[in-house]
C-alpha cells in the first residue's frame, strides 16, 4: 500500500531535550516536506526536499532541521525543543515536485502531535 | 500575512443540500489551487483541483469555482453526505513554486 508513515505519532517531551520525528514514504517520491498545523493558520511549511541531499527552508525553518540522505527518508530534527513547537506535524511527498504531476497533488502521512512542557 | 484565506471557520449544512466553502487569495502569482479534506487522526487528503486557465472543474459530487479577477475559490458539494463532515483547507502555488500555501482551514458538519 502506498504510503507515508511518520513516528511517533504522538510525543510529550520536555524543553530542550532533542527529538527527531521520522519521515518515510514507499512510492519513490522525490519531493517531500514537512508542515505544521496550527489553530488558525493552517498548514505552514517547514523544510523541504526536492531529492537526495537537496534541501531548503520553508516558511517557518527555526528550530529545526532536516536531513534527506535516502530518496525514502526525510526525518525532522528539533535539536532543543520548545513549548512553542508544540504543534501537530505532517510529512507530505509528491511523485516529482509540486507542479509535474497531473494534479500536483500532496500525498500525507497521518501526523505526529508533538507536546513540548 | 495570510495568503490564503479561508474566513468561515465552520459551516453546518443539512445532508441533501448544497455546502459552499469559500476561499481568497491575495498573491497574484498563484496559479494552480487544490482542497484537501482531512479526517480527525488523519492526513489530508487531496480533493480537487483547478488551474487558473479555468473557472470551473468537477469531480463527482465536487465542483470548485475560480473566479480571478476577484481572487475568490469555492468548494462545492452537492448533496452534502454526512461522511463529508471534515476539515477542508483551501491551499495554492504557482508554477516554479516549491510548497502549497494554505488557508486556515473550515470545518464542515454535515448533519442527517
Known amino acids: 500500500e502506498a504510503q507515508v508513515t511518520q513516528n511517533p505519532r504522538y510525543l510529550i517531551t520536555v524543553t530542550g531535550k532533542k527529538l527527531t520525528v521520522t519521515c518515510s514514504q514507499n512510492m519513490n517520491h522525490e519531493y517531500m516536506s514537512w508542515y505544521r498545523q496550527d489553530p488558525g493558520l493552517g498548514l505552514r511549511q517547514i523544510y523541504y526536499s526536492m531529492n537526495v541531499e537537496v534541501t531548503d527552508k520553508g516558511d517557518v525553518p527555526e528550530g529545526y532541521k532536516v536531513s534527506r540522505k535516502e530518496k525514502r527518508n526525510f526525518p525532522l530534527i528539533l535539536e532543543s525543543p520548545s513549548p512553542n513547537q508544540t504543534s501537530l506535524y505532517f510529512c507530505a511527498s509528491s511523485l516529482t515536485g509540486l507542479r509535474l504531476t497531473n494534479t500536483g497533488e500532496l500525498f500525507f502521512g497521518e501526523g505526529s502531535r508533538l507536546t513540548v512542557l | 500575512d495570510q495568503q490564503v484565506k479561508q474566513n468561515s471557520p465552520s459551516l453546518s449544512v443539512q445532508e441533501g443540500r448544497i455546502s459552499i466553502l469559500n476561499c481568497d487569495y491575495t498573491?497574484?502569482?498563484?496559479?494552480?489551487f487544490l482542497w484537501y479534506k482531512k479526517y480527525p487522526a488523519e492526513g489530508p487528503t487531496f480533493l480537487i483541483s483547478?488551474?487558473?486557465?479555468?473557472d470551473k472543474n468537477e469531480d463527482g459530487r465536487f465542483t470548485v469555482f475560480l473566479n480571478k479577477s476577484a481572487k475568490h475559490l469555492s468548494l462545492h458539494i452537492v448533496p452534502s453526505q454526512p461522511g463529508d463532515s471534515a476539515v477542508y483547507f483551501c491551499?495554492?502555488?504557482?508554477?516554479?513554486?516549491?510548497?502549497?500555501?494554505f488557508g486556515a482551514g473550515t470545518i464542515l458538519r454535515v448533519k442527517s
Open positions: 498573491n497574484s502569482m498563484f496559479d494552480y
Open positions: 483547478i488551474s487558473s486557465i479555468k
Open positions: 491551499a495554492a502555488t504557482f508554477r516554479g513554486g516549491n510548497k502549497l500555501v
